[in-house]
């Protein structure tokens, strides 16, 4: 009877352990996250953005090469190199949802010079190329930056461009997860059997998806209307905190609104009972 009655109690105990133990497993998930989603952020904001800053803002102050510099004192002096090449091919190559533009050029007149060039549109210029079409070609650092006919330019996809205020602020995102996930990780490895709203949904889903909204929208605005890039890391945060104060205050109302429904009918409920 003894060891039975253990053996009922091990059985009944043992859903609530392993309970615990995932809860405590999804903690340890979620902190390693926390961690890639940090390191990941640094590089974002030590490495990638103020190189990308730096490789844009010299190229914006980048002048025309002097008549007699060479190929190799172009690409040193980092100034920009003209050349007038001919259109041997221009395509449009599908990969997945995705569509590339690829004009294939040479030199004019001998053809010693081959040079393939990508677009991510087709306008205002690749568009209307064809084979033979004579045009100018502007290159910076050994790569093809703009190509022009008749006046008409188009930035290559090797151009560089105003993309680090978006770069920043999904490095903000990335952080704001990675300390969102560090919370609830920490939550969970500590308080494994607790029901706050760290463990209730839709609270977490929801901070997941402001962030990932908000960033997405601030630095597709930075980018369109050329704001500075340091911006996000006060825009990105306060938009998020906005969204959230505003979708709780909307959760307790519903709440509310529940529970003040519900009481009259166990009032009712309860009038019926006693008769």
């Known amino acids: 009877m003894a060891e039975r009655a253990w053996a009922t109690a091990g059985n009944q105990d043992s859903p609530d352990r392993r309970s615990v133990g995932r809860v405590r497993l999804t903690g340890v998930v979620l902190v390693v996250l926390s961690l890639v989603g940090a390191v990941l952020s640094y ?54 949802k995705v569509t590339a533009y690829e004009v294939t050029l040479e030199d004019r007149g001998d053809g010693s010079w081959h040079r393939a060039v990508r677009f991510s549109d087709s306008g205002p210029l690749v568009g209307k190329l064809h084979r033979g079409d004579e045009v100018t070609v502007t290159g910076w650092r050994r790569e093809i930056v703009v190509l022009s006919k008749d006046g008409v330019r188009q930035n290559t996809s090797d151009a560089p461009r105003h993309e680090h205020p978006g770069n920043a602020a999904l490095g903000v995102v990335v952080a704001l997860l990675a300390a969102q996930s560090l919370v609830f990780g920490a939550v969970r490895l500590v308080r494994p059997t607790a029901r706050s709203a760290f463990f209730r949904e839709p609270y977490g889903r929801w901070l997941v998806f402001t962030n990932i909204g908000v960033g997405v929208g601030v630095g597709a605005v930075s980018v369109w209307f050329g704001i500075p890039w340091w911006t996000v890391f006060v825009t990105v945060p306060v938009l998020v905190c906005g ?19 519900r009481g009259p009918r166990q009032q009712q409920d309860s009038r019926v009972g006693s008769r």
């Open 243 to 261: 969204v959230m104060v505003r979708l709780l205050h909307r959760q307790r109302r519903v709440v509310a609104s529940s529970v003040n429904a």
């Open 43 to 96: 590089l974002a904001f030590t490495v990638w953005v103020p190189d990308q800053q730096e490789r844009y803002e010299h190229y914006r102050a980048a002048e025309p090469c002097p008549a007699q510099a060479s190929p190799h004192e172009a690409a040193t002096e980092e100034c920009l190199t003209t050349r007038h090449s001919t259109v041997t091919k221009a395509e449009s190559i599908h990969t997945g």
